[in-house]
């Protein structure tokens, strides 16, 4: 059973940057499909990027595109997503999730957070003026 915990939020100024972590315990997969999620208050969990295995297959929602990265050290067992240029819009709770079971051509917007079946528990993310 793979188990994830999240590091690297807090706040930070408009135009700032942020780097969140993800590191995987248990029993690990190079081919897991791996993402980063955001909830804002009221709103459902949205997906900001998803990355399979190494990176054979890589998605940013238009919102972050371009301003954030996504990354997966396989062989540390970390998932990253550096973010640049942050954004007022960008307060949420940030996630990490990983599925063994949504393949390759699925590991994109086609997925949903409800098909991800192991999560962390979520860190904050504070963008003030």
């Known amino acids: 059973e793979v188990r994830l915990k999240e590091s690297g939020g807090g706040s930070v100024q408009a135009g700032g940057s942020l780097r969140l972590s993800c590191a995987a315990s248990?029993?690990?997969?190079?081919?897991?499909?791996m993402g980063w999620f955001r909830q804002f208050p009221g709103k459902e969990r949205e997906v900001v990027a998803t990355i399979y295995g190494g990176g054979v297959s890589v998605y940013y929602a238009e919102s972050v595109k371009g301003r954030f990265t996504i990354s997966r050290d396989t062989s540390k067992n970390l998932l990253g997503l550096q973010m640049n240029s942050l954004e007022l819009e960008d307060t949420a709770m940030y996630y990490c999730?990983?599925?063994?079971?949504?393949?390759?051509?699925?590991?994109?917007?086609?997925?949903?957070?409800?098909?991800?079946?192991?999560w962390g528990q979520g860190t904050q993310v504070t963008v003030s003026d």
């Open positions: 999730a990983a599925d063994y079971g949504i393949p390759v051509y699925r590991c994109n917007d086609r997925v949903l957070p409800s098909s991800f079946d192991t």
């Open positions: 248990g029993s690990t997969y190079t081919n897991y499909c």
